[in-house]
């Protein structure tokens, strides 16, 4: 999985993002949390920055490019590695 995410563009993040989510909550690997989170880093700052807007880019949402239920997942994520 972590080197899967590390050939993931930054455009149409729409098409596997819910896939890599649901994989994502399958295991319980702190590899693959910070694998995640650094990937989850680098697309919001694609996002916002507006690098992967235009023809492709994501909609933008309360919360980003992100669905509510991936957010809380994320920050949950985030939390336990930072306790760590």
Known sequence: ???LTSFLPPRHVE???PAL???WE???SQVLDDRMIE??????????AGLAT???GAEWKAVG??????FSTLV???LNSMSE
């Open 1 to 3: 999985m972590p080197v």
């Open 15 to 17: 098409s596997y993002i």
């Open 21 to 23: 989510f649901k994989i």
């Open 26 to 28: 399958a295991f319980n």
């Open 39 to 48: 990937l989850a880093g680098f697309l919001s700052e694609e996002h916002v």
């Open 54 to 56: 235009g023809e492709g």
């Open 65 to 70: 490019i992100w669905t509510d239920k991936q």
């Open 76 to 78: 949950g994520k985030c």
